[in-house]
């Protein structure tokens, strides 16, 4: 199995509260990926990083933030969280981008917020 | 834009048997990848097949293999003796061979039942 870990696996949290998500890689891949899976519409792409400080938006980017100050962490935050953030969390892991190299998931983190 | 279609909400197999499950896309591009994903209750993400488009012989992989149809824009799952394991979601999913985003394009999903 890939070496990605997800952390917290599962969070409660209040609307207006700050949350920061966190994934771990120990195998030094360049691309890592956020997406939030809901019922109804599959994963949707968050953020994805390239490379150190390196980071761009994807499909669903309003509301969040992402860092990645280490190859190895990458990080995603909900400044404010609403109650539309409320979703399960998935990191993903690839070596390179555009490549038939598969990418490489998280065991995902259940955020509720109430 | 590219898109993912997987038609059938949910799906149901006898344990032994063979299923089918269907994923159309959209894209305009000639060079890409298809993936299949497996989603247990468990939540993990597993890769079960990939495919890559400029190749016409489909993958399989034990159980597991595709009919891929270019032309037709379509990348069915089919699963041969469907064992009370397969029982899980299915995603399939799109990556373009272009750009450097690499990101995958996610169809909404087929909950597969398999009865024993």
């Known amino acids: 199995d890939a070496g990605i870990t997800q952390s917290p696996r599962h969070k409660v949290t209040e609307t207006g509260t700050p949350v920061t998500l966190r994934c771990h890689q120990t195998?030094?891949?360049?691309?890592m990926y956020w997406y939030r899976q809901d019922p109804g519409h599959g994963l949707r792409l968050i953020h994805y990083?390239?490379?150190?400080?390196?980071?761009d938006k994807g499909e669903v980017s309003d509301g969040y933030s992402v860092s990645r100050s280490k190859t190895e962490d990458f990080l995603l935050t909900l400044e404010s969280a609403t109650s539309s953030q409320t979703s399960v969390y998935f990191c993903?892991?690839?070596?390179?981008?555009?490549?038939?190299?598969?990418?490489?998931f998280g065991d995902g983190t259940r955020l509720s917020i109430l | 834009a590219q898109t993912v279609t997987q038609s059938q909400p949910e799906m149901s197999v006898q344990e032994a048997e063979t299923v089918t499950l269907s994923c159309t896309y959209d894209?305009?591009?000639?060079?890409?990848?298809l993936f299949w994903y497996k989603q247990p209750p468990s939540r993990q993400m597993i890769l079960v097949i990939r495919?890559?488009?400029?190749?016409?012989q489909n993958a399989t992989e034990n159980r597991f293999s595709v009919n891929f149809q270019k032309a037709a824009k379509s990348f069915s799952l089919k699963i041969s003796d469907s064992q009370l394991g397969d029982a899980a979601m299915y995603f399939c999913?799109?990556?373009?061979?272009?750009?450097?985003?690499?990101?995958?394009?996610f169809g909404k999903g087929t909950k597969l039942s398999v009865k024993p």
């Open positions: 495919q890559e488009a400029y190749k016409q």
């Open positions: 999913a799109y990556r373009s061979a272009r750009g450097s985003q690499g990101n995958l394009i």
């Open positions: 990083s390239y490379g150190v400080k390196d980071t």
């Open positions: 993903a892991i690839s070596e390179s981008g555009a490549s038939n190299q598969p990418q490489h």
């Open positions: 894209t305009s591009e000639s060079d890409y990848y």
């Open positions: 195998e030094n891949h360049r691309y």
